[in-house]
C-alpha cells in the first residue's frame, strides 16, 4: 500500500535537492534545441533507473539493527545538507554530444545517456536510498522520487529559466539543506533517545 504522505515528503526532499542541480540546466540545453517530449522520456526513463538503484540500496540498509541505521541515516542526511550548503555555483553545464539528427532514439538515448552518467552517485540518488532506509517503505520513496525527479526534469526543459528568474537558486537550495538538517537531527535523535 502506498503512503501517500510518505510519498509527498520524499517529493518534496528529493525535488528541492535536485532543483539547483546542473542537471536541470542540462535538461533546459537539450530541451531548447530538441523537441521536449523526445528528450524528457530519455530522462525520465534514467531517472527510473536512478530510483530503483537507490530504493534497492536502501532496503539494504533495513536490516541492520534500528538504531545503527537511524544513525547511519542521520548522519548521511547531515552530509547532504552540509554538502548542499559548501556547494560552489560554478556555473559548469553537463557536457553532453548533441546527437546528430532529431530522430525519437536519438534524442531520447542523449538525454537518458547524460543522465544516466551525470546522476550515478548523485546526491539525490544518496538520498532517495536514505529515504527507502529512513521509512522502510520502498513503493512510497520510489513513487515520491520519481515524482520529484520528473518534476525537475520537466522544468528544466519547459522554462527553467523562468523560474530561475522568480526563485533564486540560492534560496532553494537553501531549503534543501534545512529540511535534510531536519531529518538528520530526527534520525539522530531515534538513533539516541532511551
Same mark, same amino acid.
Request: hydrophobic share 60%; aromatic share 8%.
Given at each position: 500500500?502506498?503512503? +501517500?504522505?510518505?510519498?509527498?515528503?520524499?517529493?518534496?526532499v528529493v525535488f528541492l535537492?535536485?532543483?539547483?542541480?546542473?542537471?536541470?540546466?542540462?535538461?533546459?540545453?537539450?530541451?531548447?534545441?530538441?523537441?521536449?517530449?523526445?528528450?524528457? &522520456?530519455?530522462?525520465?526513463?534514467a531517472f527510473v533507473l536512478?530510483?530503483?538503484?537507490?530504493?534497492?540500496?536502501?532496503?539494504?540498509?533495513?536490516?541492520?539493527?534500528?538504531?545503527?541505521?537511524?544513525?547511519?541515516?542521520?548522519?548521511? +542526511?547531515?552530509?547532504?545538507? &552540509?554538502?548542499?550548503?559548501?556547494?560552489?555555483?560554478?556555473?559548469?553545464?553537463?557536457?553532453?554530444?548533441?546527437?546528430?539528427?532529431?530522430? +525519437?532514439?536519438?534524442?531520447?538515448?542523449?538525454g537518458f545517456m547524460l543522465?544516466?552518467?551525470?546522476?550515478?552517485?548523485?546526491?539525490?540518488?544518496?538520498?532517495?536510498?536514505?529515504?527507502?532506509?529512513?521509512?522502510?517503505?520502498?513503493?512510497?520513496?520510489?513513487?515520491?522520487?520519481?515524482?520529484?525527479?520528473?518534476? &525537475?526534469?520537466?522544468?528544466?526543459?519547459?522554462?527553467?529559466?523562468?523560474?530561475?528568474?522568480? &526563485?533564486?537558486?540560492?534560496?532553494?537550495?537553501?531549503?534543501?539543506?534545512?529540511?535534510?538538517?531536519?531529518?538528520?537531527? +530526527?534520525?539522530?535523535?531515534?538513533?539516541?533517545?532511551?
Open positions: 500500500m502506498i503512503s +501517500f504522505s510518505v510519498a509527498a515528503v520524499v517529493f518534496g535537492a535536485e532543483l539547483p542541480d546542473k542537471t536541470a540546466l542540462a535538461g533546459l540545453m537539450l530541451g531548447t534545441r530538441y523537441r521536449a517530449s523526445y528528450v524528457f &522520456v530519455g530522462v525520465a526513463a536512478h530510483v530503483v538503484l537507490a530504493v534497492a540500496a536502501g532496503s539494504v540498509l533495513t536490516l541492520l539493527p534500528h538504531r545503527l541505521l537511524q544513525a547511519i541515516v542521520g548522519l548521511l +542526511f547531515l552530509a547532504g545538507a &552540509v554538502a548542499l550548503l559548501l556547494k560552489k555555483d560554478d556555473g559548469d553545464e553537463e557536457q553532453v554530444k548533441a546527437p546528430a539528427d532529431e530522430s +525519437f532514439w536519438k534524442v531520447s538515448g542523449a543522465i544516466l552518467v551525470a546522476e550515478f552517485g548523485d546526491l539525490t540518488q544518496i538520498m532517495t536510498a536514505n529515504l527507502a532506509a529512513r521509512y522502510d517503505d520502498p513503493l512510497s520513496v520510489g513513487l515520491g522520487a520519481v515524482l520529484a525527479l520528473w518534476a &525537475v526534469a520537466a522544468l528544466g526543459i519547459l522554462g527553467g529559466r523562468t523560474l530561475m528568474r522568480f &526563485v533564486p537558486l540560492k534560496l532553494i537550495t537553501r531549503v534543501a539543506a534545512l529540511l535534510m538538517l531536519g531529518l538528520a537531527a +530526527f534520525s539522530l535523535y531515534e538513533a539516541l533517545a532511551p
